[in-house]
């Protein structure tokens, strides 16, 4: 005979009820208005500061194109005639003029290789008309003092500088604001410089190349346009946003 089979109670054919599931059946969701205004405000704001990264992230990409293009581009014969100096930038230069060495500024807290220093700064007067430029006549060490100023004055006379044209950074670290006598500066303001010398400045600057005979480092790296940051950037911003909207 065959295993005997207990009658199933009624507790054994019915499905035993879930109290979590059926409390959570109970309860619709209802969508308030200020937190749905709260939802709907950060999502805006992250896909808005996403696509500012993804704005200045495609303004580097054209930026970096830029400084390939001039790199095979021949040198430009500099004059004193006034330009636009964002469409110059990166572009091979040749300059004549004089230096003037009284007007000369070093660039505090320039770092090569681990080490501090400055960067010598001199306005030349070209040789055609009677606007200067300032040449970045590269870097040279902090001595043994800050109070012992490296003294580094250009070579006299009608003098042939090549370089590349570049422009300094639009926004830095200022701890104090330039005092304007003395030789020493914070950064490469050219408006300041301007102000302080009363010199007819362009609007850029000329990192000199090539070996001019004195001890100033001449090392000028490829910028770093930092595209792959915003891209980052970029995707985080959105990912928020995405997040926002699942939640």
Known sequence: MGAERWPQSRADTEAVPNPIGSFFARRRFRPTLWPTLGVAALVA???????????????????????????????????????????????????????????????????????????????LKL???DRYVLVDR??????????????????????????RINLPPAHYLELKVDAGTGPVRQNLDIDRIAAAT????????????????????????????????????MLQWYSLAGLGIVL
Request: proline letters at 10%.
């Open 45 to 123: 704001a992250t896909v808005g500061l996403g696509n500012w990264q993804r704005h200045r992230g495609l303004e580097k990409e054209a930026l970096r194109e830029q400084y390939e293009r001039a790199a095979r581009q021949s040198p430009l014969e500099l004059t004193g005639v006034s330009a636009d100096a964002a469409a110059l930038r990166f572009r091979p230069v040749r300059a004549s003029g004089v230096f003037d060495g009284r007007r000369q500024v070093l660039i505090d807290n320039k770092v090569y290789r681990g080490r501090p220093g400055f960067d010598v700064v001199t306005p």
């Open 127 to 129: 040789a055609s008309g």
């Open 198 to 233: 009363g010199l007819p400045l362009l609007p850029f600057v000329i990192e000199q190349s090539g070996d001019a005979g004195d001890s100033l480092v001449r090392d000028w790296p490829p910028p770093d346009f930092g595209i792959d940051q915003h891209r980052s950037y």
């Open 138 to 163: 590269g870097w040279i060490a902090l001595g043994s003092y800050r109070s012992e100023l490296p003294q580094v004055p250009p070579p006299p006379g009608a003098i042939r500088v090549e370089g």
